[in-house]
């Protein structure tokens, strides 16, 4: 049976794995490759790397980080930053990323999500949404370059219609980061992620306010996500990836043991 | 020594293929020369993206009849795999056809596709490449597209239908999930590649 699965996602500033609170005032967490070796090991079942300032300063991911992760690791990972073109995206894969996500410039120029799937096929397309409650207007809305406070800006789009476009372009998989429970670990968005489910026929992760292990066995039960991706939970040792699969598993939810 | 050669498919996947022999001790080549190719001990014919790019690919390379006449033993990857079949439906393409098997749309039976993530095997055979393999090992997947279980399958799998995960023909090894990217399950895989004795 189809496992789901555990993501610990890596935060990249400048070659080291960093963690905001909603997106801002980023610490320096450690090294990427230890790091990532280390969640591996742990039973991690897929590692995402967003390099957070790409999309900001118009850089593209520094790429001598990927070939040293895909030397070491031995389960599939994703790179996420700046990605703006067919080009771009091929050097990635071709260092030995397994998927590249895009964000900002799906957002600039949605084409690029076909031309990706024409390139490199669906199964390594992934689409990263940044979505924000606005309590004023009653609905979730797209953000774009939020890598960057000074940039971040709300898109014309909303969430639901954004998740039908994507999907309809050729996406492989979506990520939902759910903006305004981001590193606040007060558990995941599960009604915009129900929600969200019910538009989404491509794999959909969960991201943005894992705290506790509960939460993943909530998101997992009451959102049938695929996929539960978090940060600062397993950077700060809060939560252990081998305990967490242990209570998954307890909880009835399918697991791939460590 | 001779040597290990991964074909150079021009596909995404090749250097974490690369680096999973690596893992294993053994430093491969990668090629897409012919007679590097016809010379080689053992080879990988790694692939990701679709049928009908990959197969221009090879035929661009001019390395289909190479890869058909070969006689040592040939380990497909994922779009490897499927190519290692007759045809595939994936833009409808003519495939190597060395073992007689059609690649289609897999039938998930309503469950979201692509099929992407960990996911175990059944009827798992005694041939050497599944030698210490169990139906509680998880394996990653990554498809929209599958061979059925046939004469075949040396593994399958199931998601809404059974579909096959490893298939072999004599010198010839497909394997629908990414070995290089399931973690110590996905290296036995490749461990028994390297081992394997025709």
């Known amino acids: 049976m189809l496992a789901k699965r555990i993501i610990p996602c890596l935060d990249v500033r400048d070659g080291k794995v960093v963690k905001g609170v ?3 005032n980023h610490e320096i967490i450690g ?3 230890p790091l990532a070796q280390r969640y591996a090991e742990a039973g991690a079942d897929e590692l995402v790397f967003y390099d957070i300032t790409a999309s900001s300063d118009g850089r593209v991911v520094d790429k001598t980080w990927v070939q040293r992760i895909a030397e070491v690791i031995d389960i599939p990972f994703c790179v996420a ?3 703006k073109t067919v080009d771009d995206a091929g050097k990635i894969l071709e260092m030995g990323a397994d998927k590249i996500s895009i964000n900002s410039p799906a957002l600039v120029r949605p084409e690029l999500i076909t031309e990706l799937n024409n390139s490199f096929g669906q199964q390594c397309v992934v689409v990263g949404i940044d979505s924000f409650f606005d309590v004023a207007s009653g609905q979730y809305q797209v953000y774009q370059f939020t890598g960057d406070e000074n940039r971040t800006q709300k898109t014309q789009w909303l969430t639901s219609d954004w998740v039908a476009e994507v999907q309809q372009r050729g996406a492989g998989e979506i990520v939902l980061n759910c903006m ?10 599960i009604a915009q992620l129900q929600r969200i489910r019910n538009l989404c026929n491509i794999p959909l992760i969960a991201s943005g306010g894992a705290g506790s292990m509960t939460h993943f066995t909530e998101v997992f039960k009451q959102a049938d996500v695929d ?5 600062s939970v397993f950077h700060k040792g809060i939560i252990e990836i081998a305990a967490l699969k242990a209570k998954l598993i307890a909880d009835g939810i399918s697991i791939r043991p460590r | 020594m001779a040597q290990l050669v991964i074909v150079d498919t021009g596909c995404a996947n090749i250097s974490s293929v690369y680096f999973a022999i690596k893992r294993l001790g053994v430093d491969a080549v990668i090629s897409h020369n012919a007679k590097i190719i016809k010379a080689a001990a053992k080879v990988i014919l790694p692939g990701v993206g679709t049928a009908h790019n990959a197969m221009a690919k090879l035929q661009q390379a001019e390395l289909i009849s190479t890869l058909q006449s070969l006689q040592q033993p040939l380990l497909g990857i994922c779009l490897g795999m499927q190519m290692l079949n007759r045809d595939s439906m994936e833009g409808n393409v ?8 059609d690649v289609l749309p897999l039938q998930s039976a309503g469950l979201r596709l692509p099929h992407m993530g960990w996911n175990t095997l059944c009827d798992i055979s005694s041939h050497p490449l599944m030698t210490g393999f169990t139906e509680q090992d998880y394996l990653y997947f990554v498809h929209s597209f599958a061979v059925a279980p046939s004469q075949y399958s040396l593994a399958n799998c199931e998601y809404g239908t059974k579909f096959a995960a490893v298939i072999g023909n004599n010198n010839v090894i497909g394997a629908q ?15 028994n590649f390297l081992e394997w004795q025709l």
């Open chain 1, 22 to 24: 909603q997106f801002r």
């Open chain 1, 31 to 33: 090294d990427i490759v």
């Open chain 1, 81 to 83: 930053g700046g990605i």
């Open chain 1, 180 to 189: 305004n429970q981001d590193g606040v670990r007060q558990g995941y968005d």
């Open chain 1, 227 to 231: 996929g539960a991706l978090a940060a």
């Open chain 2, 94 to 101: 003519a495939c190597l056809n060395l073992i007689n098997g």
């Open chain 2, 177 to 191: 999930f990414h070995p290089e990217r399931s973690g110590k399950t996905g290296a036995r895989l490749l461990h």
